[in-house]
């Protein structure tokens, strides 16, 4: 495999709680990152999972450095980016961008769809008088638009059509990385369907890199090459997409995919219900994050935290008992789907 665009690793993001009057007196913190490590290839699309508040988000907005972290590395390219200055920061920012989760909330509805997707080129000096037009007309038409919308404002647009602004504004100063931020989940179904494709046929014209983040994973899987699992401001599993949707090594993973919802009738899944909420990041729990919803839970889950092995075909876990390596008959069980009797 080639070397990675992106590496990032042992990132941590700790958001402090203060209370009381003085302001400098911090109380808590909330451990929303906290050490994580993972590799994107050049060309590749590796999504990242994992239920709401696990810090998927924040991982994606510590990478583009959109918040600082608490520490950590970031190397794009070979540098790391959390020791640029203001300036070299603002001449990366042309090769790495983001697609927003609210394509509404993401666009100034105050301009117009011309000035949004031109004031990237124009911030960076790449174009301007009629070649900025002529560069607005080709990314609109890029993205399944016309050369008319540039005059029109967002809230004239249908959810789809703004994301797709969305993504026409990111690839406007042509970026190696973009991180997609849950892109299609304030979607219809329908038209996930077409962002999905549109990206993917953007991805192989332009020969972008995409960190797609997301809870669906039926979209995840359609997009990815690789999927990183996290829990807790943890990566618990990391796996090319097909190694993973087959044969997951984390309960956490198993659990998840058990609940993924099968467009056929005539199937069913052996549905695993995980015990109890997730635990408050301000307190995660000792050893394993997981130990306190885990069916096969042991002795040594509680007291120690486990490291990321290598189980084969660059499948990552971290889990003191990977699934595969279990010897009592219910713990070796492995997510697949039945038919109904």
Known sequence: MSEPLLE????VKHFPIKKGFIPSRQAEVVRAVDGISLDVYRGETLGLVGESGCGKSTTGRL????????????????????TLNTQQMRELRKKMQIVFQDPYASLNPRMSVGDIIAEPIEAHGLARGKALSRRVEELLEMVGLASYHMKRYPHEFSGGQRQRIGIARALAVDPALVVCDEPVSALDVSIQAQVINLLQDLQDQLGLTYLFIAHDLSVVKHISDRVAVMYLGKIV?????????????????????????????????????????????????????????CRYARDICYDRDPAAIDVGDEHRVACHFPLSSRGDSDSGHQFKDKEMN
Do not use: M, N, W
């Open 237 to 293: 599993e990391i796996a090319p997409k097909d190694s993973l949707y087959d044969d997951p090594k984390h309960p956490y993973t198993e659990a998840l995919l058990s609940a993924a919802p099968i467009p056929d009738p005539e199937r069913r899944r052996q549905r695993i219900i995980l015990e109890g909420d997730v635990p408050s990041p301000v307190k995660p729990p000792s050893g394993c994050r997981f130990h306190t919803r």
């Open 8 to 11: 990032v690793k042992d990132l």
């Open 63 to 82: 990478i583009l450095r959109l918040i600082e972290p608490t520490s950590g590395s970031v190397l794009f390219e070979g540098r790391d980016i959390l």
